[in-house]
């Protein structure tokens, strides 16, 4: 690529006057300025949550590494666990907090391309994305006070400890994908990045579920049945809701 070409592309976000620095060369730029508030508010929370990802990684690299580790091995999920403190450390409320915010700006993303009715038009982008958070948290946090509930009700408190796990482990990785898929999107407004994470999630989702039933059975308390009839709902129903939501929404925006 020729390098006058490359500057102008580099600094495709400014106005520049290249000629300055390049005198009788004659460049000319036709400049794209982008949203300068929306820009902010996105860049100061990327670098907020990766900046929670640097703390974790830096202060307790063990737990760090080992809560990724867990996304693929079962027996670190286990470990973690068996350690108890799988949610309740630094490290932990780290991944939560990257988790659900990942969730807002995937979602907020989504708002601006289909328009859905979810949020007041023309609010503050970032009390509309903490809203999306906060209501993705609420949502994970009722998940896993009923799968505790469950577990007392069937004397099963280890099993149920390892469903809230398991939601943990595999949001988080979920959360991680979306943040780097919105990112890219965001600065550069390929659709690919905007619906690849849609396959990641529905893969973390079925790897989900087949370890919850895994759970289940190596639990020996839970027959069958009463794994089916949890996973259809509070894993099955909760989404079928919310995409009929989504769906009606987004038909009344078009």
Request: glycine share 6%.
């Amino acid at each position: 690529m020729n390098f006058m070409h490359f500057i102008p592309t580099l600094f495709k976000d400014y106005t520049l006057n290249l000629a300055s620095f390049f005198p009788g060369k004659g460049v000319e730029i036709t400049p794209v300025v982008l949203d300068r508030p929306e820009t902010n508010w996105f860049f100061y929370i990327v670098v907020a949550l990766l900046a929670l990802l640097a703390w974790s990684r830096h202060f307790s690299p063990y737990r760090f590494f080992f809560i990724l580790g867990a996304i693929f091995s079962y027996r670190k999920t286990e470990f973690l666990q068996d350690d108890g403190k799988v949610i309740r450390n630094g490290t932990s409320f780290a991944f939560i907090l990257i988790a659900v915010f990942s969730i807002g700006l995937f979602a907020y993303q989504f708002k601006e391309i289909f328009h859905y009715k979810l949020l007041q038009d023309g609010g503050s982008p970032l009390l509309n994305i903490t809203y999306l958070s906060f209501a993705a948290g609420a949502i994970w946090l009722a998940k896993s006070i009923v799968a505790k509930i469950v577990g007392s009700l069937f004397k099963a408190p280890y099993s149920s400890s390892l469903f809230v796990s398991n939601i943990f482990i595999i949001n988080t990785a979920g959360g991680l994908s979306l943040l780097v898929f919105t990112t890219l999107y965001f600065y550069t407004k390929v659709m690919f990045f905007l619906y690849t994470p849609l396959y990641v999630i529905l893969i973390l989702y079925i790897y989900r579920l087949i370890r919850n039933f895994l759970i289940g059975q190596r639990a020996g308390k839970f027959s069958i049945s009463y794994i089916i009839l949890y996973i259809c709902t509070l894993e099955i129903l909760p989404v079928l809701v919310l995409y009929k939501f989504l769906k009606d929404q987004i038909l009344q925006g078009i």
